[in-house]
């Protein structure tokens, strides 16, 4: 088993940043992807970012791709979004995600069991 805590969201004014976290615990030592999704009010969820946590790959959405960074920090086992120059269409409750398989791709991250609860971010303009 996995769990996943995400941190670090709130307000923040547009053109602003924010770091969200996600701390993992359990059998760590088996995930293999983990990535950040979100999901605003009356919209479908979306992927963000996936990382491989064997190093090497990375994924952005083409919304964030330039302004959003994904980072984890293994010694730590926690999971880091970055979130640079944002927009009030940022706004949404943004998720963490992580997989044991060895394929990292939205749909497969998608079908995992391992979620976080989820950290609020609104961006004003």
């Known amino acids: 088993q996995v769990q996943l805590v995400e941190s670090g969201g709130g307000s923040v004014q547009a053109g602003g940043s924010q770091r969200l976290s996600c701390a993992a615990s359990?059998?760590?030592?088996?995930?293999?992807?983990m990535g950040w999704f979100r999901q605003a009010p009356g919209k479908e969820r979306e992927g963000v970012a996936l990382?491989?946590?064997?190093?090497?790959?990375?994924y952005y959405a083409d919304s964030v791709k330039g302004r959003f960074t994904i980072s984890r920090d293994n010694a730590k086992n926690t999971l880091y979004l970055q979130m640079n120059n944002l927009k009030p269409e940022d706004s949404a409750m943004y998720y963490c995600a992580a997989d044991q398989r060895g394929v990292c791709t939205l749909p497969k991250i998608s079908e995992s069991q391992y979620w976080g609860q989820g950290t609020q971010v609104t961006v004003s303009s």
């Open positions: 359990g059998y760590t030592y088996s995930i293999r992807c």
């Open positions: 990382i491989y946590t064997g190093g090497g790959f990375t």
